[in-house]
């Protein structure tokens, strides 16, 4: 596999988000408006590349009885070095973010492509799987981000783009739009049309109900 | 060189499932992500503080800018020309520190460098509040309290209180300008609040905060009976509630109760109104 492929796959074919369902609540969390969307993606991408760096540098001294420990332990410092940077350089935007850089650590994301990849590979083809993963999960976030914010508040960047109701004009906010249950509806959405355009992705279920007679004979 | 470096090969030589290894790389792990985090810490500080303070400034400003007749009445005293136009407000409104348990002024305080978290933390500098009194959910109170004064040729002009308090699911700081009565409400300001989107929240909108001058925060007897309700607001110390944010219009009620009651600001009011500032 070419370290384009670790880069391309995980965009639409293999998308965090909608494929593997890693990363949600950070999800639901940082869509309100797209600016926070896009810091979010940012700070997440920046985490997986260097996280899968740094754990495929020490894979081969990384004992298997404490590796989560070890793993979680190297993400946690990059990710509070990171949010420390935040509030130094981009105060306010650290401030509508609050805990949700230091939660990025709990993103099932991160952890999982430590463990799944950057465990058994090299350093470079780690640093790309990370980045494409995160470019991945930011190309949803995005997504997510600019309907919720347009449909929400009628602007994009906080740029109004139409005028709303309250201003004398037409458009009529979505006020569910700011509530964490719609980016829910989005995703959902979105899982949808991806698996109605790419219907492989569709999984099989793991178990199928059976005839009532087969439990009695 | 070569005689530190042999244990070091030999350590990480060791198997993976040796004891001595994963102990070592353990507290290795540890070590290296420690000092990488407190290195960051310590020299991103200075950047950090000088974020913070600039923010209370900015509120400062807001805070002033959403009074209304603010500008004028500064304008009218004068001291708007003094201080130069911009920025204007923070510099001629006055920062006093108040002594909350006797209402007296703290003459000999720094104001300026007034930090409640710290108090927060000191039991020399703060209170613990009893469940039954605490009804602005703030667990422990600063014996002091900074307000802002509005003051021409010596006469009380406008008095600000901060005042803060559990909403709904967020911490709401608010500040209250009060007329030289010391009853009426000059106006509203929400400084800081984390509530729902859409519901609790409103109350930061222009529409809701217009509602608040001319209300008065007691009766005649002295008794705080400000309030927010349910419907439409019939009397001067009731102020029209959030419909769908219950939760955060008593929370507020109560936040303005406590800060305007005996643990508040209540014995300052009262001393102003006797003895004047």
Not at chain 2, 110 to 135: K, N, R, T, V, W
Request: include cysteine.
């Amino acid at each position: 596999m070419s370290l384009k492929h670790h880069l391309i796959a995980p965009l639409i074919g293999n998308n965090p988000i909608t494929l593997q369902i890693l990363g949600i609540c950070s999800a639901l969390a940082v869509t309100t408006t797209l600016s926070t969307a896009v810091t979010m993606s940012v700070a997440l991408t920046v985490v997986l590349c260097l996280s899968g760096g740094v754990i495929s540098l020490m894979r081969n001294h990384i004992p298997p009885s404490i590796r989560l420990i070890i793993q979680i332990t190297i993400v946690a410092s990059i990710v509070i070095v990171i949010d420390q940077f935040m509030q130094a350089f981009m105060f306010e935007m650290s401030k509508k973010l609050s805990i949700f850089v230091g939660l990025i650590v709990t993103n099932c994301l991160v952890l999982g492509r430590a463990e799944a990849f950057a465990m058994r590979n090299p350093v470079l083809p780690s640093v790309m799987d990370g980045l494409g993963n995160g470019l991945g999960y930011s190309l949803v976030l995005l997504i997510v981000g600019a309907l919720r914010e347009f449909l929400g508040t009628g602007a994009l960047m906080g740029v109004p783009l139409v005028t709303t109701v309250a201003d004398g004009g037409w458009f009529q906010p979505l006020g569910l739009m700011q509530l964490a249950p719609s980016a829910f509806f989005i995703l959902g959405l979105l899982v949808w049309l991806v698996r109605a355009m790419r219907p492989e992705q569709v999984e099989q279920p793991e178990f199928r109900l059976r005839a009532p007679e087969d439990r009695r004979s | 060189m070569a005689e530190l470096f042999g244990p070091i090969r030999q350590f990480f030589a060791r198997s993976n499932d040796d004891l001595v290894k994963i102990i070592g790389m353990a507290v290795l792990v540890a070590f290296v992500s420690s000092a990488a985090v407190s290195v960051t810490a310590v020299m991103l500080r200075p950047y950090q503080e000088a974020n913070r303070a600039a923010e209370q400034q900015a509120r400062m400003d807001q805070m002033l800018d959403t009074l209304p007749g603010m500008r004028e009445l500064m304008m009218g005293s004068g001291m708007m020309m003094e201080s130069g136009m911009m920025g204007a407000g923070v510099a001629s409104l006055e920062t006093r520190l108040v002594n909350l348990d006797d209402g007296s002024f703290a003459r000999d305080a720094d104001a300026a460098g007034f930090d409640l978290a710290a108090m927060l933390q000191d039991p020399e500098a703060s209170i613990a509040l009893e469940p039954d009194a605490d009804i602005a959910g703030i667990k422990r109170r600063a014996n002091q309290s900074p307000v802002y004064v509005l003051q021409k040729d010596g006469d009380l002009m406008l008095i600000v209180l901060p005042v803060y308090g559990a909403g709904y699911q967020s911490t709401i700081r608010a500040a209250l300008a009060i007329e030289a009565d010391l009853v009426t409400i000059a106006a509203l300001a929400i400084v800081e609040q984390g509530d729902t989107p859409g519901f609790g929240a409103r109350i930061e909108e222009p529409d809701w905060l217009a509602q608040w001058p001319g209300k008065k925060i007691t009766d005649e007897t002295g008794t705080v009976r400000i309030e927010l309700v349910r419907g439409g607001a019939s009397t001067p110390y009731e102020v029209d509630g959030i419909s769908g944010a219950t939760r955060t219009s008593n929370g507020f009620t109560n936040i303005l109760r406590f800060w305007l009651g005996d643990k508040g600001f209540g014995p300052f009011l009262t001393r102003l109104r006797q003895e004047g500032l």
